[in-house]
């Protein structure tokens, strides 16, 4: 398989930590999406929104979209489970995860930022940047305060620390307060004590500038 991705995309962040945990060794290439490199007309034609994550599978099958990758990955690859058998925990996680992916990241992401910049300046980009990572972090605070952990819902990492991880690290670069965040804090540590989630950091990835 081959993951297109970019070291700091948040989304392809996730799905390297996900290929890890399952153990899956894919052929990395490299879109610099602040170079414009995802609206090439080939790469398009791959992923008409211009988005990384793309998974392109052995048999030439393209999938998109983060979330929906990582799920294929642990339907097809069960182990170890990214998501609890519980329904209503699965449900739980999934909740967590789509407070970031679809509430929190996209409202912050490279797109939105440069419209933002165009509108106005750098410091008022990165107070907007800082102001939706608090907010959205804050809410997933409040998600898991009760849950056990060390991980977002207890001893095992799910779907939930694959999503926040990389949002945590977001949230850093751009000077978010973290410090009324204990349990995330919990979590991301815990998680990024593994292997799987360290290896996956942007720093480590060949494309790191």
Not at 149 to 172: E, H, K, S, W, Y
Request: aromatic share 6%.
């Amino acid at each position: 398989m081959k993951l297109y991705g970019y070291f700091r995309s948040s989304a392809a962040f996730r799905v390297r930590i996900a290929l890890n945990l399952k153990g899956i060794a894919v052929e990395h290439a490299f879109r610099h999406l602040r170079r414009g490199e995802q609206s090439a007309p080939e790469y398009l034609a791959l992923n008409p929104q211009g988005l990384v994550p793309t998974l392109v599978l052995d048999d030439g099958t393209v999938l998109t979209q983060s979330l929906a990758i990582i799920e294929w990955l642990d339907e097809t690859r069960p182990e170890p489970p990214l998501l609890p058998a519980d329904p209503v925990r699965r449900a739980k996680v999934r909740a967590f995860a789509a407070a970031i992916a679809c509430d929190t990241h996209p409202l912050q992401n490279l797109r939105v930022l440069n419209e933002i910049r165009a509108l106005s300046d750098e410091a008022r980009t990165t107070a907007w940047a800082r102001h939706v990572n608090e907010q959205g972090l804050a809410a997933c605070e409040k998600l898991v305060a009760a849950e056990s952990g060390p991980f977002c819902f207890g001893r095992a990492p799910t779907l939930a620390d694959i999503c926040l991880v990389p949002q945590m690290a977001n949230a850093r670069r751009y000077g978010a307060d973290l410090s009324g965040l204990p349990r995330l804090a919990e979590a991301d540590a815990a998680a990024m004590a593994l292997p799987a989630f360290a290896d996956a950091q942007p720093a480590r990835q060949p494309d790191a500038e």
